[in-house]
């Protein structure tokens, strides 16, 4: 085991049930706050790959202009950016190419598959949007349209203006067996998550991403602003999103996920004695801010970094909470958690900060 986490585990059967246990309680005393009386917020809904099947490839602006009348906005983001082709001028022509590949119809008829409805992330997601409501009340970015699609592996998920979108090729499972053909998506580490329970993890992290972006930026170019950053990230990710487990939202291993809850100070002390939380030098941090295998024996990777950024935000908006004597609110949250996300001097965060022992 490396030097980081040297002696904090023993191996044995009985230590880790123990070590299950304790995970499981600290996901339920975890604050949720009631969005009841929240009124759940309206999205369009739509099963773009089931609307490319009845297509007729004859008369394909035809067919298509009925896709575009009913949601126009989704139509021109398929059409001009998921399935864009710099060769091929003419977007029907593009179309028509697409939804005529054998891949791509077979494709559709796994989705459909694995997917005859959406109904139970459809309701998943007008609960995250109840939860943004709660924390983000003022914001105007509501995520009105939500659609799934498929793109032949280019694009899992993303968030454009106030459209939602989920590219279901990317969740069928880790033994589908294009993905051991795809260079980004062949590795264990990545196809693990490429399934079905990982879908509202990917819609969770696509929206705090952009709430992110809407709110602050990166301070520079070292780790910690990196971790920050990144660790806004990870914890709207948790508020958005309070009942998915965390191994789920953060693709984190339960090993992975065991390793960074008890050894907080531990990693903490890593980075600042091997000299990389001020490191402007990519190449010394990248490992620890990216997706990668987790492997104990070599420090932790796997966006360890970003998790411990969090613990970092979190304990932040928690001493101005109990410098400010705020009781739990939407009002208050929201005012908190703004101030922190608008924050972006490393050091601010920093200077009160102490590794949490569990």
Excluded at 54 to 72: C, F, G, H, M, R
Excluded at 283 to 297: L, Q, V
Aim: aromatic residues 12%; proline residues 3%; neutral net charge.
């Amino acid at each position: 085991m490396s030097k980081l986490f040297k002696n904090i585990f023993i191996c044995s059967a009985l230590v880790w049930l123990s070590l299950c246990m304790w995970a499981c309680s600290e996901q339920e005393q975890k604050f949720i706050p009631d969005v009841s009386q929240i009124p759940a917020p309206k999205v369009n809904f739509m099963r773009l790959e089931q609307s490319l099947k009845q297509l007729d490839s004859n008369q394909i602006a035809a067919s298509w202009a009925k896709v575009q009348a009913d949601e126009p906005k989704i139509a021109h983001i398929f059409t001009n950016y998921i399935i864009a082709n710099s060769q091929v001028a003419d977007s029907m022509l593009n179309l028509r190419a697409f939804i005529t590949f054998k891949e791509t119809r077979e494709l559709i008829d796994s989705i459909q598959l694995l997917y005859p409805d959406m109904r139970e992330n459809e309701a998943a997601t007008s609960r995250m949007l109840q939860f943004k409501s709660y924390y983000l009340p003022q914001d105007t970015v509501k995520y009105e349209h939500f659609f799934t699609y498929l793109s032949l592996y280019a694009y899992g998920g993303f968030v454009y203006e106030d459209v939602i979108g989920v590219g279901l090729d990317f969740y069928l499972g880790e033994n589908h067996p294009y993905y051991l053909t795809i260079e980004n998506l062949r590795h264990a580490y990545v196809r693990r998550r490429l399934d079905k329970k990982h879908i509202q993890a990917s819609i969770g992290q696509a929206v705090a991403n952009d709430i992110v972006q809407r709110y602050t930026q990166v301070a520079g170019g070292k780790l910690i602003d990196q971790m920050i950053y990144n660790g806004k990230v990870f914890l709207l990710m948790d508020l958005l999103q309070p009942e998915l487990h965390d191994s789920l939202k953060y693709n984190f291993g339960s090993t992975q996920l065991e390793y960074c809850l008890k050894g907080e100070e531990q990693l903490y002390d890593f980075l600042v004695k091997e000299k990389v939380l001020y490191s402007d030098r990519q190449n010394d941090y990248r490992r620890y801010i990216t997706e990668s295998a987790f492997n104990p024996e070599i420090n932790l990777y796997n966006q360890s970094a970003n998790w411990l950024g969090m613990q970092i935000v979190s304990q932040y908006i928690e001493r101005q909470r109990k410098k400010s004597n705020l009781p739990r609110n939407s009002q208050n949250d929201s005012q908190l958690l703004i101030k922190a996300l608008q924050q972006t001097n490393p050091q601010e965060f920093l200077k009160n900060y102490k590794p949490t022992r569990r």
